[in-house]
């Protein structure tokens, strides 16, 4: 069956970096458009970042642009999100998702085809 492995989370101090990495299996991971999602509590999930399969086509929201960068490298089956400039606002549960059509890894409400668990990210100030 198709999973979707997150790692990389962690305890970091504002102005930190991480990087969140997300490894699929059962799948053809080059036919799908990857994204970063994340919730913190109380809130909605919110939209991060996105990636079509060939990584030429790139998104991000505006809350992250210029601090985060999403890659993928397609021979690992691995989709990566480094975060530069942590805030604590940034604290959140990082989850990837895949699905085949990039439209969906953009637009609410994101029902994409398969999820992982998800990583805690929490940013200290």
């Known amino acids: 069956q198709v999973q979707l492995v997150e790692s990389g989370g962690g305890l970091v101090q504002a102005g930190g970096s991480l990087r969140l990495s997300c490894a699929a299996s059962?799948?053809?991971?080059?036919?799908?458009?990857m994204g970063w999602f994340r919730q913190a509590p109380g809130k909605e999930r919110e939209f991060v970042a996105a990636?079509?399969?060939?990584?030429?086509?790139?998104h991000y929201a505006d809350s992250v642009k210029g601090r985060f960068t999403i890659s993928r490298d397609n021979a690992k089956n691995t989709v990566y999100l480094r975060m530069n400039s942590l805030k604590p606002e940034d604290t959140a549960v990082y989850y990837c998702?895949?699905?085949?059509?990039?439209?969906?890894?953009?637009?609410?409400?994101?029902?994409?085809?398969?999820w992982g668990q998800g990583t805690q990210v929490t940013v200290s100030s």
């Open positions: 990636i079509n399969w060939s990584g030429d086509s790139i």
């Open positions: 059962g799948l053809t991971f080059s036919r799908y458009a």
């Open positions: 998702a895949a699905d085949q059509n990039i439209v969906v890894v953009t637009t609410t409400p994101f029902p994409c085809n398969y």
